[in-house]
T-cell receptor
């Protein structure tokens, strides 16, 4: 079955280190998204991509970067991890050619990141 | 004003009753609306989509949309303990398929036996 996976599921890192979170989907969806979820803030969009070599900043993009070299993967990189980036990170994808414009997003299982 | 607003709860409903979850949004041109369910420690799961004014029913779930009032709701009939979760309202802004989704902060629902 097609799916969306994230790795690692849990990560502890130190302040200042570079960290990369992986997201892989097998639905062949063009659209992919990265969110962070914090208590009291709900889901906030970090970066998103509408296809290979396309990337866009979301509302909380500072300190994060993404690249899209193929349809299946959108890795999220924290250039220099900060304690404020301790959060749960979710990757999602959607098919823009789907019914009703394909806005429906499907989420991966999440990565819990702790920056000490 | 937040773009998508929900009462954070917790909303406590007895088993077998109807749970009513509400959401308001600020962007008048929004066209697509979604309800996600999120169990504690899990990822959001899409349970309902609604695109036109009125009601849409799927099993025990009914989504209601009123674009004039910028209001969308989710009714859960015959509530079960397994319905205890946080429910996220989400709204797609703009018209194109490249639209992003804005999420509310969620309403925590607790079904008491």
């Amino acid at each position: 079955d097609a799916e969306i996976t994230q790795s690692p599921r849990h990560k502890i890192t130190e302040t200042g280190r570079q960290v990369t979170l992986a997201c892989h989907q097998t639905w062949n969806h063009n659209n992919m998204f990265w969110y962070r979820q914090d208590l009291g803030h709900g889901l906030r969009l970090i970066h998103y991509s509408y296809g290979v070599h396309d990337t866009n900043k979301g509302e909380v993009s500072d300190g994060y970067s993404v690249s899209r070299s193929n349809t299946e993967d959108l890795p999220l990189t924290l250039e220099s991890a900060a304690s404020s980036q301790t959060s749960v990170y979710f990757c999602a994808s959607s098919d823009p050619s789907g019914r009703n414009g394909g806005y429906e997003q499907y989420f991966g299982p999440g990565t819990r990141l702790t920056v000490t | 004003q937040k773009e998508v607003e929900q009462n954070s709860g917790p909303l406590s409903v007895p088993e077998g009753a109807i749970a009513s979850l509400n959401c308001t949004y600020s962007d008048r041109v929004s066209q697509s609306f979604f309800w996600y369910r999120q169990y504690s420690g899990k990822s959001p799961e899409l349970i309902m989509s609604i695109y036109s004014n009125g009601d849409k029913e799927d099993g025990r779930f009914t989504a209601q949309l009123n674009k004039a009032s910028q209001y969308v709701s989710l009714l859960i009939r015959d509530s079960q303990p397994s319905d205890s979760a946080t429910y996220l309202c989400a709204v797609a802004t703009g018209y194109s398929s490249a639209s992003k989704i804005i999420f509310g902060s969620g309403t925590r629902l607790s079904i008491r036996p």
